[in-house]
């Protein structure tokens, strides 16, 4: 059977979805209220960095969370846009934060002092969610093949991988890391992919040659012990799933060429999303640069990919 190419340069995008800039944050310290129903809700100081332009989230530099978290710069998001309606970009702001065990979100955003005249936000704002939202398109370059795709990483089973191994396979990737506390962060990264391969595997006449690739981000701690541990509790099958570490130069080199902007923060990392979609024949097809519950449109893409549609 003809051998098909190994995944070309242009299979990574060079956008970063969010430009993560450090700033001091207010020096109030955060509190925590016993909450009920177990979620928990604790009181936090930060300074805004961008506000997208739906008025549904913002990324704040925010101080650490005793017993909860350290301070790191993350996307927020509200139930209410109203919540977001009078902060801009540089403000120092205080709200609660509420963590239960599916998702997160904050309220009562309250600004403390403001950075800007409001009437130069408004294109801060969209210049930021324009990066945001930027979905960069597949690309037919024929450029020489990149050296990440013969690189060996290793798997969660202790097994060298390249991505060049998965030639003629549709793949879907992502990049997390097992420490991260927020549920709605790699937590549901991960969960995405469980319910993907869930839906997959139950489609009737699906094609097999497809996998799941969750390249870990913090390989210092996730070693393959911990991501096999990590793994297990997602149900995985390594048939169609593979959760990868590797030296820290050769992670920094893939999650920067994918398009992705990690931040250290205190042992933990600051970091946006992207959710790669790779066809049988190497060529980036879709970046999905959003979280939160996206397996049906991950499926919808690999189904693309597999060269099916959603009825077949």
């Not at 059977?1 to 340069?9: D, G, V």
């Not at 530099?61 to 909860?68: C, N, R, S, V």
């Not at 955003?109 to 408004?122: D, F, L, Q």
């Not at 969960?191 to 690739?213: G, I, R, S, V």
């Amino acid at each position: 059977m003809k051998q098909r190419p190994p995944l070309p340069a242009s299979f990574f995008s060079r956008r970063a979805a969010l430009g993560l800039v450090i700033l001091l944050s207010a020096c109030s310290g955060p509190s925590e209220r016993q909450p009920s129903s177990g979620e928990r809700v604790f009181k936090v100081d930060g300074v805004v960095k961008t506000v997208r332009s739906d008025r549904r989230t913002a990324v704040i530099q925010h101080e650490a969370i005793p017993g909860y978290m350290e301070a790191m710069t993350m996307p927020f998001r509200v139930k209410d846009a109203a919540e977001l309606k009078t902060i801009g970009v540089g403000d120092v702001i205080k709200f609660r934060f509420h963590v239960s065990g599916e998702e997160s979100w904050m309220d009562q955003v309250e600004v403390v002092r403001t950075a800007a005249p409001r009437g130069t936000t408004n294109a801060v704002v969209e210049r930021a969610a324009m990066a945001t939202n930027d979905v960069p398109s597949a690309s037919t370059n024929k450029a020489s093949p990149h050296p990440l795709m013969t690189y060996k990483f290793t798997n969660q089973l202790g097994q060298a991988v390249s991505l060049a191994d998965f030639r003629g396979t549709a793949l879907a990737i992502t990049f997390i890391f097992t420490r991260c506390p927020v549920p709605d962060y790699c937590p549901r990264l991960t969960k995405n992919f469980q319910e993907t391969a869930e839906k997959l595997t139950a489609l009737p006449n699906c094609p097999t040659n497809w996998h799941l690739l969750s390249f870990t981000i913090d390989p210092a701690w996730d070693t393959p012990r911990i991501l096999k541990a990590y793994a297990e509790r997602y149900r995985y099958n390594p048939a169609h799933w593979s959760f990868l570490t590797g030296p820290s130069e050769r992670i920094t080199d893939l999650v920067r060429e994918s398009g992705v902007t990690v931040e250290p923060t205190a042992g933990l990392f600051s970091h946006n999303f992207r959710t790669l979609i790779v066809g049988t024949n190497g060529q980036l097809l879709t970046s999905i640069p959003i979280g939160g519950p996206i397996s049906d449109g991950i499926v919808t893409e690999m189904l693309k990919a597999l060269g099916m549609n959603q009825g077949q």
